[in-house]
């Protein structure tokens, strides 16, 4: 199956599933509480949904299980250097990358800062009792259809970060965080613990970007080059 099937098939499975449980929600939501609480033998649905977030997560930290340049290009495996020639190439290669990164970052920080209103605006629904705490875990699971939906049609990040697609993006690897954080509402050890994990996974892509910026720039890393893509451009 072509990449862009597949991401047109998960858009459409995450969809199907958020509009259920956004039906069950408005008009039967013991329904919704009685699946994610039923027992399976020692365990309750919402402990295996646990379990298959955390995984996910832990994945996205290991380079083994990242052959999507998108998410993987932290690691070395994804990197192949660009030819920068004479040192007078070398340099103004520097320096274009030296901007690039400083654009990236002004990208990722006005993204970081918008997505943030957008989570107090649900903190501040949820302790004006306008969203219960279901409704607030709804909101984590629309966070998380959007973000298949940015991959997959449109993504608004692509225009405050000003990257040129999926492959290039500064910010991939925040989608997790940016869905879950709306837990904060919900203190539990379960959704604390997703929160910390998907920090967790910041902090590495973060680190990484700033020891090997090269990674990120396709004048850099060759992987990153149109040329070498094998999915449909969106850009």
């Known amino acids: 199956m072509g990449t862009e099937h597949h991401g047109g098939l998960k858009?459409?499975?995450?969809?199907?599933?958020?509009?259920l449980i956004l039906v069950l929600a408005i008009w039967r939501p013991e329904i919704l509480v009685g699946t994610f609480t039923y027992?399976?033998?020692f365990f309750k649905v919402?402990?295996?949904l646990w379990l298959l977030i955390m995984w996910a997560l832990i994945k996205r930290m290991i380079p083994r299980f990242n052959s999507k340049i998108s998410m993987g290009k932290i690691f070395e495996h994804h990197y192949v250097a660009?030819?920068?020639g004479d040192p007078a190439k070398?340099?103004?290669f520097q320096k274009k990358l030296a901007d690039y990164t400083h654009r990236m970052n002004v990208g990722a920080v006005k993204t970081a800062i918008y997505w943030l209103l957008a989570v107090l605006f649900v903190g501040a629904l949820y302790y004006s009792g306008v969203l219960n705490r279901m409704w607030v875990i709804l909101t984590v699971v629309f966070f998380i259809f959007m973000d298949q939906f940015c991959v997959s049609v449109w993504c608004v990040?692509?225009?405050i970060v000003d990257n040129?697609?999926?492959n290039t993006?500064?910010?991939n690897n925040w989608g997790h965080l940016m869905a879950f954080s709306a837990l904060v509402f919900v203190p539990s050890f379960w959704t604390y613990s997703i929160l910390a994990m998907s920090i967790i996974v910041v902090v590495q892509w973060e680190y990484l970007c700033a020891r090997y910026p090269e990674r990120f720039y396709e004048l850099y890393n060759v992987n990153l080059q149109c040329r070498n893509c094998d999915g449909i451009c969106k850009a």
Do not use: D, M, N
């Open 11 to 19: 858009l459409l499975i995450k969809g199907s599933i958020t509009a």
């Open 39 to 41: 027992p399976i033998f």
């Open 46 to 48: 919402y402990h295996v």
């Open 82 to 84: 660009a030819s920068a």
């Open 90 to 92: 070398q340099e103004k």
């Open 157 to 159: 990040f692509k225009w």
């Open 164 to 166: 040129k697609c999926c």
């Open 169 to 171: 993006c500064r910010i």
